[in-house]
T-cell receptor, first 114, second 113 residues
Framework: AAGVIQSPRHLIKEKRETATLKCYPI?????VYWYQQGPGQDPQFLISFYEKMQSDKGSIPDRFSAQQFSDYHSELNMSSLELGDSALYFC?????????????FGPGTRLTVL | DAKTTQPPSMDCAEGRAANLPCNHS???????VYWYRQIHSQGPQYIIHGLKNNETNEMASLIITEDRKSSTLILPHATLRDTAVYYC??????????????FGTGTRLTIIP
């Protein structure tokens, strides 16, 4: 079965640079979530989109922005990168339903800021 | 969302059943119990979820107490590949059914040969 695709898998940037992470959800899924996992930490929710509209927001820095496109893929844009942004970034997708959805996670993008 | 409490670590012998407990004493009536696991920096993997009835799938069984204040995830025949961090997550359901997951610290399960 098709899974969530994330690209790139690894990314190395310098401080103050910009990074764009991409997420391709499972076909027919309409909801995308972004999570950040710092070294030795547990995943933390950043932001989510349902039908191309932002549906929820967590502790996402103002330097970060995201959107979901008409084909349901999503991009997380990160500007003015800081050393503390080094982390694994996971995207998850789901098909929303009135009784709850199951989120399926991608393999993640490992961002290293030097 | 309700908070959960899990033991930080557990060991289990290969081939035996692994029973992972989770306390969620402040759970609300419309909140589900979800279990995910994460194998060394891979994306979290969905295992199972339930509301109040016991659930079973090809991966595991979920036993929820009658008062819903605690639950147990059971891996019936643990293998070395089950070594992972297991997260018990209590999650409310919005009108759209798409709520974020709030990860706690989880239980690091080690399967011993």
């Amino acid at each position: 079965a098709a899974g969530v695709i994330q690209s790139p898998r690894h990314l190395i940037k310098e401080k103050r640079e910009t990074a764009t992470l991409k997420c391709y959800p499972i076909p027919r899924h309409d909801t995308v979530y972004w999570y950040q996992q710092g070294p030795g930490q547990d995943p933390q929710f950043l932001i989510s989109f349902y039908e191309k509209m932002q549906s929820d927001k967590g502790s996402i820095p103002d330097r970060f922005s995201a959107q979901q496109f008409s084909d349901y893929h999503s991009e997380l844009n990160m500007s003015s990168l800081e050393l503390g942004d080094s982390a694994l970034y996971f995207c998850a997708s789901s098909l929303a339903s009135g009784v709850g959805d199951t989120q399926y996670f991608g393999p993640g993008t490992r961002l290293t800021v030097l | 969302d309700a908070k959960t409490t899990q033991p930080p670590s557990m060991d289990c012998a290969e081939g035996r059943a692994a029973n992972l407990p989770c306390n969620h004493s402040t759970i609300s009536g419309n909140e589900y119990v979800y279990w995910y696991r994460q194998i060394h920096s891979q994306g979290p993997q969905y295992i199972i979820h339930g509301l109040k009835n016991n659930e079973t799938n090809e991966m595991a069984s979920l036993i929820i107490t009658e008062d819903r204040k605690s639950s147990t995830l059971i891996l019936p025949h643990a293998t070395l590949r089950d070594t992972a961090v297991y997260y018990c997550i209590v999650r409310g359901i919005s009108n759209f059914g798409n709520e974020k997951l709030t990860f706690g610290t989880g239980t690091r399960l080690t399967i011993i040969p």
